[in-house]
């Protein structure tokens, strides 16, 4: 039988929800050079206004001190893909990390 460490931590998770950006290279340098070192790209289908528009998520995990960063990201992010708005939600919950 294995023995199993268990860890739980509160955390905040922020999505960040932008139109489909032309570059994932582009957007994970942004993100892992200048914010997070650990973080999640999802690309999905959504809609806005009624129309259908490709979109990427970005997953964070963190604590309640990187909102400021979220928030920066954000706004780069609007810019890069020259949009109208981003959207950031942000649920607080835990992680349970198994070892």
Same mark, same amino acid.
């Given at each position: 039988?294995?023995?199993? %460490?268990?860890? @739980?931590? /509160? ?5 960040? $929800?932008?139109?489909? =950006?032309?570059? *994932? ?5 942004? *993100? &892992? ?6 973080? %999640?790209? !999802? #690309?999905? *289908? ?7 528009? $490709?979109?990427?998520? *970005? ?8 909102? #400021?960063? =979220? ?5 780069? !992010?609007?810019?890069?893909?020259? /949009?109208? #708005?981003?959207? !950031? @939600?942000?649920? @607080?919950?835990?992680? &349970?990390?198994? &070892?």
């Amino acid at each position: 039988m294995f023995k199993r %460490s268990h860890k @739980t931590e /509160q955390v905040v998770i922020y999505k960040i $929800y932008t139109q489909r =950006v032309n570059s *994932i290279t582009e957007l994970e340098k942004l *993100i &892992n050079y200048n914010y997070f070192d650990g973080f %999640s790209i !999802i #690309s999905g *289908i959504g809609f806005w206004k009624g129309q259908r528009e $490709y979109n990427t998520t *970005i997953e964070l995990i963190g604590d309640y001190p990187d909102k #400021s960063k =979220v928030l920066k990201l954000a706004a780069e !992010i609007k810019i890069l893909g020259n /949009q109208e #708005s981003v959207l !950031i @939600t942000t649920v @607080t919950g835990f992680v &349970n990390e198994i &070892n």
